[in-house]
């Protein structure tokens, strides 16, 4: 029964499975996904999750093969602000998505969006899935790549079970949350400790701290009324509350410090490459736990054959040198004290066979790269003697196969936040019919300029006409008397004059207002807009290199018409090539304002001067 049950009674019960729990996956596979988190986070920072020494207290090196990997994954795959546009797929959207575009990159940059890709990036190439929040504090929307260390999941299904953050406050902290109880606040402020990990261990030793649990899910609505009736209707909902241990007995003090409905769940996560029954992803570090092992292990056979090998080890019959230990008593000048005609010689304690030892740990590094996807080129190794410039090219370009599929990856992803999260708060901000206001670059002002000019040519032409008529007398218009192709010419060229010289003074400033209607709202034109327009997001690895042959190759070909225009066959074979290439697009030519070219009359020949001879 749920009135036996209270948010924070789900709370201890989730945190306690996310400690001890396991998930099997199949027969043979157990998963632990709070193990596997916590194994990524000591190999990443280079520590043992056996101790740091061996059974006989020797120190136990280790070879750090998983930051390299992590790295190149995050370098791979990274997607930049400049990468996501908006592009209309209907003509009557275009204007709208040019606009969005520019309300995008401002938001991006008012957010700090490209900070945001970059540790989501570099979450996202350590583990394979990252868990982002988006929430609206002020008006705004605050993207936030949420740590795994602070999260509460189902290991199974992340998106239809409940999410929990452990957050941490300071009394001040606690104190400015106005919408948190603040009555259970008080009585929360005198139990603050230190802060611990998901496993129960002291991060530090300041203990000026509130742990609280922020849940979201789809609960019954029994949580917020307190009605019987309620258990079987459920809706999204969000709860903060802590927890105290009782001082006498056994059970708990809880605290609800906030509960309500939201629209949306804050939550969402993404992976480079999904896998089945598990929330967490595998990334670049699980990929190399058996190989970071055997390399452990292989380095630190190794050290302790040396360290052997290092010793002077002495051996003799004598009794006297029982127990003790020559080599940290002998003093510079000591004698010896030795029975006579015993031996006293030293052990062979030199190394042997390291070569196969190193060997055996080279396997497993080139297996680790390997799985990952990562060839020695990529690594900065150069390329053995004789290689062919070819077949390393060729090695990065299948390497960066993979990559390119979980950029794709991170790429629709991006797509589904912009269509979920960011259009639909732009639009919000847009439930106006003002204009709006723009600075822009100058590639954008000529884009928009271009868009704007011929249409309001046109409507400008059209008033002119129909005013025209409006004023023509009965006997003008019976006598044939209109507008003619003539006048149009010269109002379209004074139109278009005019119109030009008023933008030019507004410099790179544009007004720009919904629609001719003044009752038509921003909002109104741009309904279901996140679903007519596409998010192009691009970052896929490129050759450089080939990309500049190719451009040079077309320019070369482009001057040497002359002019002149590419005969059908030859313009079809051209568009293929720079289609296949990526290089630059048919259209983007197409679309290149061409310049009116002078053509040069021949002039006639000078006529020759008349020679005048002299008579002597």
């Given at each position: 029964?749920?009135?036996?049950?209270?948010?924070?009674?789900?709370?201890?019960?989730l945190?306690?499975?996310?400690?001890?729990?396991?998930?099997?996956?199949?027969?043979?596979?157990?998963?632990?996904?709070?193990?596997?988190?916590?194994?990524?986070?000591?190999?990443l920072?280079?520590?043992?999750?056996?101790?740091?020494?061996?059974?006989?207290?020797?120190?136990?090196?280790?070879?750090?093969?998983?930051?390299?990997?992590?790295?190149?994954?995050?370098?791979?795959?990274?997607?930049?602000?400049?990468?996501?546009?908006?592009?209309?797929?209907?003509?009557?959207?275009?204007?709208?998505?040019?606009?969005?575009?520019?309300?995008?990159q401002?938001?991006?940059?008012?957010?700090?969006?490209?900070?945001?890709?970059?540790?989501?990036?570099?979450?996202?190439?350590?583990?394979?899935?990252?868990?982002?929040?988006?929430?609206?504090?002020?008006?705004?929307?605050?993207?936030?790549?949420?740590s795994?260390?602070?999260m509460?999941?189902?290991?199974?299904?992340?998106?239809?079970?409940?999410?929990?953050?452990?957050?941490?406050?300071?009394?001040?902290?606690?104190?400015?949350k106005?919408?948190?109880?603040?009555?259970?606040?008080?009585?929360?402020?005198?139990?603050?400790k230190?802060?611990e990990?998901?496993?129960?261990?002291?991060?530090?030793?300041?203990?000026?701290?509130?742990?609280?649990?922020?849940?979201?899910?789809?609960?019954?609505?029994?949580?917020?009324?307190?009605?019987?009736?309620?258990e079987?209707?459920?809706?999204?909902?969000?709860?903060?509350?802590?927890?105290?241990?009782?001082?006498?007995?056994?059970?708990?003090?809880?605290?609800?410090?906030?509960?309500?409905?939201?629209?949306?769940?804050?939550y969402?996560i993404?992976?480079?490459?999904?896998?089945?029954?598990?929330t967490?992803?595998?990334?670049?570090?699980?990929?190399l736990?058996?190989?970071?092992?055997?390399?452990?292990?292989?380095?630190?056979?190794?050290?302790?054959?040396?360290?052997?090998?290092?010793k002077?080890?002495f051996?003799?019959?004598?009794?006297?040198?029982?127990?003790?230990?020559?080599?940290?008593?002998?003093?510079?000048?000591?004698?010896?004290?030795?029975?006579?005609?015993?031996?006293?010689?030293?052990?062979?304690?030199?190394?042997?066979?390291?070569?196969?030892?190193?060997?055996?740990?080279?396997?497993?590094?080139?297996?680790?790269?390997?799985?990952?996807?990562?060839?020695?080129?990529?690594?900065?190794?150069?390329?053995?003697?004789?290689?062919?410039?070819?077949?390393?090219?060729?090695?990065?370009?299948?390497?960066?196969?993979?990559f390119?599929?979980?950029?794709?990856?991170?790429?629709?992803?991006?797509?589904?936040?912009m269509?979920e999260?960011?259009?639909?708060?732009?639009?919000?901000?847009m439930?106006?019919?003002?204009?709006i206001?723009?600075?822009?670059?100058?590639?954008q002002?000529?884009?928009?300029?271009?868009?704007?000019?011929?249409?309001?040519?046109?409507?400008?032409?059209?008033?002119?006409?129909?005013?025209?008529?409006?004023?023509?007398?009965?006997?003008?218009?019976?006598?044939?008397?209109?507008?003619?192709?003539?006048?149009?010419?010269?109002?379209?060229?004074?139109?278009?004059?005019?119109i030009q010289?008023?933008?030019?003074?507004?410099?790179?400033?544009?007004?720009?207002?919904?629609?001719?209607?003044?009752?038509?709202?921003?909002?109104?034109?741009?309904?279901?807009?996140?679903?007519?327009?596409?998010?192009?997001?691009?970052?896929?690895?490129?050759?450089?290199?080939?990309?500049?042959?190719?451009?040079?190759?077309?320019?070369?070909?482009?001057a040497?018409?002359q002019?002149?225009?590419?005969?059908?066959?030859?313009?079809?074979?051209?568009?293929?090539?720079?289609?296949?290439?990526?290089?630059?697009?048919?259209?983007?030519?197409?679309?290149?304002?061409?310049?009116?070219q002078?053509?040069?009359?021949?002039?006639?020949?000078?006529?020759?001067?008349?020679?005048?001879?002299?008579?002597?």
């Amino acid at each position: 029964m749920l009135q036996e049950q209270t948010v924070a009674d789900i709370v201890r019960k989730l945190e306690k499975e996310d400690k001890t729990g396991n998930t099997f996956i199949s027969k043979y596979v157990k998963f632990s996904m709070r193990e596997v988190l916590n194994t990524i986070d000591a190999y990443l920072n280079s520590k043992h999750t056996s101790g740091e020494t061996d059974s006989m207290g020797r120190e136990k090196p280790f070879f750090n093969i998983v930051t390299s990997a992590a790295n190149i994954w995050y370098r791979a795959t990274d997607i930049d602000r400049k990468n996501i546009k908006l592009r209309a797929t209907k003509k009557t959207h275009h204007t709208l998505a040019f606009l969005m575009s520019i309300l995008l990159q401002e938001w991006m940059k008012k957010t700090s969006f490209g900070m945001w890709l970059n540790e989501w990036g570099r979450i996202l190439a350590r583990y394979g899935s990252a868990i982002s929040k988006f929430v609206e504090k002020d008006g705004e929307l605050i993207p936030q790549v949420m740590s795994w260390h602070v999260m509460i999941v189902d290991p199974v299904d992340f998106d239809n079970n409940v999410k929990i953050e452990k957050m941490w406050f300071t009394e001040a902290q606690l104190l400015a949350k106005k919408e948190y109880d603040q009555d259970f606040v008080k009585g929360l402020i005198n139990a603050k400790k230190a802060r611990e990990t998901m496993d129960g261990k002291k991060k530090d030793n300041l203990n000026e701290f509130i742990e609280v649990y922020e849940v979201h899910g789809e609960l019954p609505l029994y949580y917020l009324t307190g009605e019987e009736k309620d258990e079987d209707e459920f809706s999204q909902q969000m709860h903060v509350v802590s927890y105290l241990s009782k001082k006498k007995g056994e059970g708990y003090d809880d605290y609800t410090l906030f509960a309500g409905k939201e629209k949306k769940d804050p939550y969402r996560i993404d992976h480079l490459i999904k896998e089945d029954s598990r929330t967490l992803s595998i990334g670049s570090v699980e990929n190399l736990f058996q190989a970071q092992w055997m390399q452990n292990h292989s380095v630190k056979s190794i050290k302790d054959q040396l360290d052997l090998a290092s010793k002077l080890i002495f051996q003799t019959s004598d009794g006297n040198y029982v127990g003790q230990n020559a080599l940290n008593n002998i003093e510079t000048g000591d004698i010896l004290v030795h029975k006579p005609n015993e031996p006293l010689t030293q052990v062979a304690n030199n190394s042997h066979d390291i070569t196969s030892l190193q060997n055996y740990q080279s396997q497993w590094k080139a297996l680790g790269n390997e799985i990952n996807g990562i060839s020695e080129s990529m690594l900065g190794v150069a390329a053995k003697s004789g290689t062919a410039w070819r077949q390393t090219q060729a090695e990065l370009q299948e390497a960066h196969s993979l990559f390119e599929l979980m950029t794709e990856n991170k790429g629709l992803a991006i797509e589904e936040i912009m269509r979920e999260f960011v259009i639909p708060h732009l639009k919000t901000k847009m439930d106006t019919t003002d204009e709006i206001s723009a600075i822009l670059e100058e590639h954008q002002l000529k884009k928009l300029d271009a868009m704007y000019l011929p249409a309001e040519v046109n409507k400008r032409v059209k008033n002119r006409i129909v005013d025209d008529i409006l004023h023509k007398t009965p006997e003008d218009l019976m006598a044939g008397n209109l507008f003619t192709e003539e006048m149009k010419d010269e109002v379209v060229a004074n139109e278009t004059e005019a119109i030009q010289k008023g933008l030019n003074q507004l410099g790179n400033q544009r007004f720009i207002k919904p629609s001719d209607i003044e009752s038509t709202t921003w909002k109104k034109a741009l309904k279901d807009f996140e679903w007519v327009v596409d998010v192009d997001v691009t970052g896929e690895g490129k050759d450089t290199q080939a990309m500049l042959a190719t451009l040079s190759t077309v320019l070369n070909t482009i001057a040497g018409l002359q002019g002149q225009p590419m005969p059908p066959e030859m313009k079809t074979v051209f568009n293929k090539i720079l289609t296949l290439t990526g290089a630059i697009s048919p259209l983007e030519i197409a679309d290149t304002p061409q310049q009116p070219q002078t053509v040069m009359q021949p002039q006639p020949a000078p006529a020759p001067e008349p020679v005048i001879e002299q008579q002597v």
